[in-house]
């Protein structure tokens, strides 16, 4: 509810009923709050309450004072939203006040809006993956590979400009095998950005290497060239350059590649590049996931597209993919009987789960015009509030928005967001922080980190701060209107003094 709304539902007891019922009318929202002097929740009032006021006689304008005094129903913002369900049906109502610690309303929750979670972000079919599944379970072609497989590889690799993938059962898979591609052994050190999610360092560990952090820079939200520059410093000296970069693009957006590349280029070392979360971004009109010796693409179910759980491994050189889809398939030689000279995985992506990345891969495009007009409807709605700062897009990238990201400036970030995340999460609303820090991970206790600049630890800001909204391309604009107006909301909460008029 908005805080305009929030003021015109609360009314003093020296209002006649005449007027409470034109407010009634006016919000048309079933209830209004009746406040003392104080500001604090008197009461609260249905339409059926004033109703019954008449019928028993009551005058037009007699006052709302004069009514028998029930105690409100009301719950404090430490309530999720289950507890407000719980409240709800316990007293046989549809809306529910909170209330500060001294009683003074807040917000008010209503019971249609519980019905509908709003997702983070969540899976969107197009029309032609049935299409692609049921011609799989037709021919029989339910697993392990088929001609889904290949033709989804084919047509992600044409529609990226990358020479060839193989599809995996996960991204992580995918950063798994090219690390081995990479030729990653026990001990050896791996270099990779620090925000980020777990999938994309978990890998290293599989491998027995050692990670090496690396901060942000402000203007990308990804690896800060700087911090890159100081690690290798770092590393040349310490004798342990790193047998590959993990170079991470955030949140649907490349990493500053005309910066970054040139410096692995300088060491020797190949860079493996995330793009897990960057399908469909470009970087100076080239697609993301085009610049690494290798690079991974993630169809789990959160991503812009989906093949419910799933990956891809990229790269231009044909016998590094080669080499990946064998490894894939337990590293089985090529012999009727069953030959291995070498470690392998059980990594391939199913015929059947490959049907539907082929009909996702048919609405990528869209997908992207999708997710960014949600941004765009956003960056709109709180233009006038400079306290919001988006993820930046620079020129020359463009950003998918596969999620909408913002910190909050000014003093208190932190406590601030978790508020914000708590009031829209009672609305069923999620929101969630930007990615913890790998660096601040206890499974990554005492790898070495380096920071954008001395005693500028940006990851870490942006983690304090960050917040990410619903952004899904399947969000009604009903759906963002209702994250909208909780978000205001939940961001002036707590400074609004006196709400009666
Ligand atoms: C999702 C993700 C992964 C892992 O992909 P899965 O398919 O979930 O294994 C790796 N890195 C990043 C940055 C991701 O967001």
Not at 134 to 146: D, M, R, S
Not at 200 to 211: E, F, K, M, T
Not at 297 to 310: A, D, E, M, P, R
Not at 471 to 498: C, F, K, P, Y
């Amino acid at each position: 509810m908005s805080p305009g709304e929030l003021k015109l539902l609360c009314v003093k007891p020296a209002m006649t009923l005449r007027d409470a019922l034109l407010r009634m009318e006016q919000v048309s929202r079933g209830i209004l709050l009746v406040l003392d002097s104080e500001g604090v929740l008197a009461r609260t009032l249905t339409d059926g309450d004033l109703r019954r006021a008449i019928l028993k006689g009551a005058g037009d304008s007699s006052l709302l004072g004069g009514l028998p005094l029930t105690s409100p129903i009301a719950v404090n913002e430490s309530a999720d939203a289950a507890d407000v369900l719980r409240l709800m049906d316990a007293h046989q109502i549809d809306h529910l006040p909170i209330v500060d610690p001294g009683g003074k309303p807040v917000d008010v929750i209503f019971r249609r809006e519980l019905s509908q979670r709003i997702w983070l972000s969540s899976p969107h079919l197009g029309n032609e993956e049935s299409e692609f599944v049921a011609e799989a379970f037709k021919t029989n072609w339910i697993a392990p590979l088929g001609p889904h497989v290949n033709a989804f590889e084919t047509e992600l690799a044409s529609h990226v400009g990358v020479g060839y993938g193989a599809a995996v059962s996960s991204g992580t898979a995918a950063i798994h095998l090219g690390l081995v591609l990479l030729g990653i052994k026990p001990g050896d050190t791996v270099f990779c950005s620090s925000l980020t999610f777990v999938g994309s360092c978990n890998p290293i560990l599989y491998c027995g290497a050692r990670p090496v952090f690396i901060d942000s820079e402000p203007s990308t939200w990804n690896m800060s060239p700087i911090a890159l520059e100081q690690a290798f410093e770092w590393a040349k000296r310490e004798s342990r350059l790193p047998a590959c970069v993990i170079l991470v693009n955030l949140y649907g957006q490349s990493a500053d590649m005309d910066a970054l590349l040139p410096i692995c280029e300088r060491y020797g070392v190949p860079v493996l590049e995330d793009a897990a979360e960057s399908l469909g971004a470009t970087y100076k009109g080239k697609a993301s996931g085009a610049f690494g010796r290798v690079a991974v693409y993630s169809f789990n179910g959160n991503k812009i597209i989906t093949t419910s759980g799933g990956g891809m491994l990229m790269a231009d050189d044909p016998d590094l993919v080669v080499r990946a889809r064998k490894l894939a398939t337990q590293a089985r030689e090529p012999a009727a009987h069953y030959e291995h000279i070498e470690m392998g995985f059980n990594y391939r992506m199913s015929n059947v789960l490959a049907g539907i990345g082929r009909g996702q891969l048919r609405v990528l495009k869209e997908r992207v015009v999708q997710r960014r007009r949600v941004f765009e409807r956003y960056q709109e709605a709180f233009a006038d509030i400079p306290q919001i700062q988006w993820m930046p897009e620079p020129e020359g990238y463009h950003s998918t928005r596969w999620l909408t990201c913002f910190t909050l400036a000014g003093p208190h970030a932190n406590q601030r967001c978790s508020q914000v995340m708590k009031a829209l999460e009672r609305h069923l609303i999620e929101a969630r922080p930007v990615w913890k820090p790998m660096h601040m991970q206890p499974l990554f206790n005492g790898a070495p980190y380096f920071a954008h600049k001395a005693g500028q630890d940006v990851s870490a800001r942006l983690f304090d701060s960050g917040i990410c909204l619903p952004s899904g391309s399947n969000l009604s604009e009903g759906e963002q209107d209702r994250v909208i107006d909780q978000l205001r909301h939940a961001l002036t909460m707590g400074r609004e003094s006196s709400l009666a008029a």
